[in-house]
């Protein structure tokens, strides 16, 4: 089914490259665009009402990039509340959410790929929430288990954001992890 959806949307992708720290979506905007990373890393994540910056999850090469929930508040007009950000320099692909959206109300394959995509983010999002829930080192580990091979490619801040502690309590952990080692 992958292949098949592929060469459906390849007349709606267009190639992008964003450098390491610009936006592939900002809060405020209204999000218009669906990201397909051929390689980078990006990052979504919002920000707290008292100002603190909180990532969501990472995405990376052969993934898709974006808010879902802020593509469907487009429809209604409203603005995103997270944004998506080049972690590293990021190379891919611009699906414009409208016209894909158009394409999969006519097309029964593209419907059935979307809510099998919808069904497994929805998954990861409870499996996430759940190791949310442990301590930090528990989520270190996950992250590391999530994510093999990221740790190296972006910040120990961003890292830290990920996990919802300071960055330097990132480094107390990094600190006794390496002598449990």
Known sequence: MYDEVTVLLAPLATPVSFR?????QR????????????????????????????????VTDGEPAASHDDLLRARDGLPAQHFVVAETAVHGFKLDWAAYTAMRETNSMLRDYYLKVSE?????????????????????????REYPGLEQRISQKVVASFLGITPQYMSQLLRSDGIDK
């Open 20 to 24: 390491k720290g610009e936006f592939l």
């Open 27 to 58: 809060i405020g905007t209204i999000a218009q665009n669906l990201y397909w990373l051929h390689s980078g890393v990006a990052r979504t994540g919002f920000i707290t009402e008292a100002g603190t910056e909180v990532t969501l999850h990472f």
């Open 120 to 144: 497994c983010s929805i998954m990861e999002q409870a499996r996430r929430m759940c190791i949310n829930a442990s301590p930090a080192q528990g989520r270190l580990a996950a992250f590391r």
